[in-house]
């Protein structure tokens, strides 16, 4: 696995699913910032229909606009469909994640805690989705809302070093010593 950040924001980025899963998966997706996202969903229920808005499309997406999306999430499909699905997505050159079926992803989403800003992940690389979700929590009480602000206050800090004239390995020397000098993280 290669772990990297993605800015949803520059890619276009499908969702197909049902039920519960597809739910979730929206959330994560709205979450992480997906302005352009499509869903599709056979049987939406109305709290689903209502969390996608303008954003449900039909159905399931046409082989059109498959070859058009950089990114293919499936959530809450069967098997069979899953595996067609995911099929015709990399046959038009999308990558994709198919929930809890890790020989059908080409990525796995890890479990995330969002502080503004500050993204911090924990991955299994599939292999324990609840051990994922587990450190997520315990994360979230180490890192709680204040980072959110923290990291805005280091970011404006390192603007000021950087207009200084500091270089990158100084900058970082003073980062370690702001974050000491706050106790941030005694």
């Given at each position: 696995?290669?772990p990297i950040?993605?800015?949803?924001?520059?890619?276009?980025?499908?969702l197909?699913?049902?039920?519960e899963?597809?739910?979730?998966?929206?959330?994560?997706?709205?979450d992480?910032?997906?302005p352009?996202?499509?869903?599709?969903?056979?049987a939406?229920?109305?709290?689903?229909?209502?969390?996608?808005g303008?954003?449900?499309?039909?159905?399931?997406?046409?082989?059109e606009?498959?070859?058009?999306?950089?990114?293919?999430?499936?959530?809450?499909l069967?098997?069979?469909?899953?595996?067609a699905?995911?099929?015709?997505?990399?046959?038009a050159?999308t990558?994709?994640?198919t929930?809890?079926?890790?020989p059908?992803?080409?990525?796995?989403?890890p479990?995330?805690v969002?502080?503004?800003?500050?993204v911090?992940?924990?991955s299994?690389?599939?292999?324990?989705?609840?051990?994922a979700?587990?450190l997520?929590?315990?994360?979230?009480?180490?890192f709680?809302?204040?980072?959110?602000?923290?990291?805005?206050e280091?970011?404006?800090?390192r603007r000021?070093?950087?207009?200084?004239?500091?270089?990158l390995?100084e900058i970082?020397?003073?980062?370690?010593?702001y974050?000491?000098?706050?106790?941030?993280?005694?």
């Amino acid at each position: 696995m290669f772990p990297i950040l993605l800015d949803l924001g520059s890619l276009k980025v499908i969702l197909v699913g049902e039920g519960e899963a597809a739910g979730k998966r929206l959330a994560v997706l709205d979450d992480a910032g997906a302005p352009g996202l499509e869903v599709y969903s056979s049987a939406p229920s109305p709290a689903f229909s209502t969390q996608t808005g303008s954003r449900l499309k039909g159905a399931r997406p046409s082989e059109e606009a498959l070859k058009s999306a950089d990114i293919v999430f499936l959530a809450g499909l069967g098997d069979r469909e899953s595996v067609a699905l995911a099929g015709k997505a990399r046959a038009a050159g999308t990558l994709v994640n198919t929930e809890d079926v890790k020989p059908l992803c080409d990525f796995h989403v890890p479990s995330v805690v969002r502080r503004g800003d500050l993204v911090i992940s924990v991955s299994t690389g599939g292999k324990s989705p609840g051990l994922a979700r587990r450190l997520r929590r315990y994360l979230e009480g180490l890192f709680g809302p204040e980072w959110a602000g923290r990291l805005d206050e280091l970011g404006r800090q390192r603007r000021t070093w950087r207009s200084e004239g500091h270089e990158l390995a100084e900058i970082g020397q003073k980062t370690d010593a702001y974050i000491e000098e706050k106790g941030w993280l005694s």
